[in-house]
């Protein structure tokens, strides 16, 4: 499972490279955005998250540039037995048709003694990309089962534009 879940997360990734968004002139990826992201998640114990995000805005719509799609990685605490600390890397669409948004992770949790890896698929509404609320489920990828955060969660997401890469 842990090899399957490294590999859609690159492929998802792989996408920025090549499909979504770039030049024909340029190599490797072209982004439009730097974002920085805050997240607030609810399941078993609360976690609150930072990261940065590199968007490409969805071109393909009537709505031109209403939504984004890319890469992200976030860094977060959460409160379930005395503190964990949390890394995500991930993929996301946010603000397709305007109020759609899914995401894809790979989340470890670690307390520096322990570490844990999970799956994360999520899918919610969006408010054109900026605010998204979102409904998932931890699959736990590790061998063992030391922090128990598989199961369902709610999402409320955040993201600012930070700096705009296209000019």
Do not use: W
């Not at 609150?48 to 890469?71: C, D, M, Q, W």
């Not at 993929?91 to 670690?110: H, K, P, Q, W």
């Amino acid at each position: 499972m842990k090899i399957i879940t490294i590999h859609i997360i690159a492929a998802l990734i792989a996408l920025s490279y090549s499909v979504c968004g770039q030049d024909q002139e340029s190599i490797g990826p072209s982004f439009d955005d730097l974002n920085l992201r805050c997240t607030y998640n609810f399941a078993t114990a609360h976690e609150f998250n930072v990261g940065f995000s590199l968007t490409n805005k969805i071109r393909a719509s009537i709505f031109e540039g209403a939504g984004h799609y890319g890469p992200f990685i976030d860094f977060g605490y959460t409160n379930k037995t005395n503190g964990l600390f949390s890394s995500k890397i991930g993929y996301e669409i946010s603000g397709a048709l305007l109020i759609m948004c899914g995401r894809v992770s790979l989340i470890n949790y670690t307390d520096f003694n322990n570490s844990q890896f999970y799956f994360s698929p999520e899918i919610g509404v969006s408010a054109l990309g900026v605010l998204n609320l979102t409904y998932g489920y931890n699959f736990n990828i590790s061998q063992l089962n030391y922090y128990k955060l598989s199961g369902h969660h709610v999402s409320l997401n955040m993201k600012i534009k930070l700096i705009d890469l296209k000019k």
